[in-house]
């Protein structure tokens, strides 16, 4: 599993609500939504690192 690393994020009130709220309709925390949300972005931009990618590391 990769390395985690904490950092303070901060949103506004808005932003935070939506994303609990999108958490809380796929079942997931607000953290991981958020993470989620980031991979998916960085994936489709192409810039996330196939390492890091875990759909590549299930076709492997």
Known sequence: MAKRKAFALRLS???LGAMQRWADDELRSANAQIEWAL???LRNAGRLPRAADPED???S
């Open 39 to 41: 991979r998916e972005a």
């Open 13 to 15: 009130a808005d932003i």
């Open 57 to 59: 590391r299930d076709k």
